[in-house]
């Protein structure tokens, strides 16, 4: 039962640098969604996918990309790095709508821009 | 400008006593609310819900209160047991509308033998 899978767990990037955080689902969940969560703090929404092809914007979705060329998979793509994305990184999916089903979620990844 | 606060950022209690966690929110087009348990090194993990048509929902050890006048919700854990340390979350949004799902900071229970 491997769920929500991340990766990687840790990274650490420098100023500028680009990266691309792993999320894949195999229980063919037609929504998922990439959070945020720094210290002290709530998990905030970057973005969220309804289905393959189909990707919206959360809370917090500047300096960040998505795509979401398969039900299993939800990469989040960090063009340019910068400290104020040093976060612990969230991924969940869920069979339909929150309000409706609940969301699983990945373990994290813990990433820090320096 | 939070929306979903909690206000206790932790809470001790007794193993066999009963834990409340505490969740207050602003907005009032908030519907749908949920709970999440979480352990250190771990994603969160859904533990009950409730929507705005009832008060109170109760699942096992957990019994989730609304109150929407008062724009308020509690979680009860009956009796706690040490595998309840962890942090809580609480989390609002509309119904049916996943891009406005609002977590409140959290809270820590320890659970003490």
């Known amino acids: 039962n491997a769920g929500v899978t991340q990766t990687p767990k840790f990274r650490i990037l420098k100023i500028g640098q680009s990266m691309t955080l792993q999320c894949a689902q195999d229980?063919?969940?037609?929504?998922m969604y990439w959070y945020r969560q720094d210290p002290g703090m709530g998990l905030k929404l970057i973005y969220y996918?309804?289905?393959?092809?189909?990707?919206d914007k959360g809370e917090v979705p500047n300096g960040y990309n998505v795509s979401r060329s398969t039900t299993e998979d939800f990469p989040l793509r960090l063009e340019l790095a910068a400290p104020s994305q040093t976060s612990v990184y969230f991924c969940?999916?869920?069979?339909?709508?929150?309000?409706?089903?609940?969301?699983?979620f990945g373990d994290g990844t813990r990433l820090s821009i320096l | 400008d939070q929306q979903v606060k909690q206000n206790s950022p932790s809470l001790s209690v007794q193993e066999g006593r009963i834990s409340i966690l505490n969740c207050d929110y602003t907005?009032?087009?908030?519907?749908?609310f949920l709970w999440y348990k979480k352990y250190p090194a771990e994603g969160p993990t859904f533990l009950i819900s409730?929507?705005?048509?009832?008060d109170k929902n109760e699942d096992g050890r957990f019994t989730v209160f609304l109150n929407k006048s008062a724009k308020h919700l509690s979680l009860h854990i009956v009796p706690s047991q040490p595998g309840d340390s962890a942090v809580y979350f609480c989390?609002?949004?509309?119904?049916?509308?996943?891009?406005?799902?609002?977590f409140g900071k959290g809270t820590r229970l320890h659970i003490l033998p």
């Open positions: 969940a999916s869920s069979k339909a709508s929150v309000s409706n089903q609940p969301q699983h």
């Open positions: 229980m063919n969940h037609n929504y």
């Open positions: 996918s309804v289905g393959a092809g189909i990707t």
């Open positions: 907005n009032s087009m908030f519907d749908y």
């Open positions: 409730i929507s705005s048509i009832k």
């Open positions: 989390a609002a949004s509309p119904m049916n509308r996943d891009d406005k799902i609002i």
